[in-house]
């Protein structure tokens, strides 16, 4: 596709579970962005990946939240153990480089419910 | 800290001229952006601005005056589809990396017929 691409794009899940979410970035888009969007909150930075590397995971909240990229495309973020708190949009976001002025493209994200 | 502030709601008549503001107090400067986002679906990006001035493009433009860590989106010839959230970003020099924006929570523009 032209876009951005997550699946799925509901998830409900039971307090305790794990979850994996996936992202199809735009074909030769190097960087590729995990962000979290709460209601009333501003767009919330998890971790970046340049290639496959991801040289800045400060955003990850906790241990339970993990990323993985392979072949320089698909992302996946797994979150273990999922709490309420986690409840959120989750939003992917690629661009051709990470340069200043490469803007984002954005998926339509993961609307995550734990119960 | 890292900083951004933009109005949290407008609302604007069809047809006329919205301007939102994005005051922003950041470590460095490397770049604003606006974005637009409709209720439920991915934010998009309108504009980007590095130096001081304004960037117009077609009904929309966008200013930035670095010096005052201000920068405003203009929106002409306002139609019902324009009603959405604005989301102002900075790429701040010193925000752990060159890479990471920090977002403001948006503006949500009501446009009224």
């Known amino acids: 596709g032209a876009g951005v691409s997550q699946s799925p794009s509901n998830k409900v899940t039971e307090k305790g579970k794990d979850v994996e979410l996936r992202c199809d970035p735009i074909s030769g888009h190097t960087a590729l962005y995990w962000y979290r969007q709460s209601l009333g909150q501003g767009l919330e930075f998890l971790i970046y990946f340049q290639g496959n590397s991801a040289p800045d995971k400060s955003g990850l909240p906790s241990d339970r939240f993990s990323a993985e990229r392979t072949g320089g495309s698909v992302s996946t973020l797994t979150i273990q153990r999922t709490q309420q708190e986690d409840s959120a949009v989750y939003l992917c976001?690629?661009?051709?480089?990470?340069?200043?002025?490469?803007?984002?493209?954005f998926g339509n994200g993961t609307r995550l419910t734990v119960t | 800290g890292q900083n951004i502030d933009q109005p949290t709601e407008m609302t604007a008549t069809e047809g006329a001229i919205v301007q939102i503001n994005c005051t922003y107090q950041t470590s460095g400067f490397n770049g604003l952006f606006w974005y637009q986002q409709h209720a439920g679906e991915a934010p998009t990006f309108l504009s980007y601005n590095v130096l001081d001035g304004l960037e117009e493009k077609g009904r929309f433009s966008s200013f930035l005056s670095r010096s005052k860590g201000y920068s405003y989106l203009l929106l002409k010839e306002l139609q019902m589809k324009d009603s959405a959230s604005y989301l102002c970003?900075?790429?701040?020099?010193?925000?752990?990396?060159?890479?990471?924006?920090?977002w403001g929570l948006g503006t949500s523009l009501a446009v009224n017929p």
């Open positions: 976001a690629s661009s051709l480089f990470a340069g200043r002025n490469s803007p984002l493209h």
């Open positions: 970003a900075v790429r701040a020099t010193n925000a752990g990396n060159n890479r990471k924006l920090i």
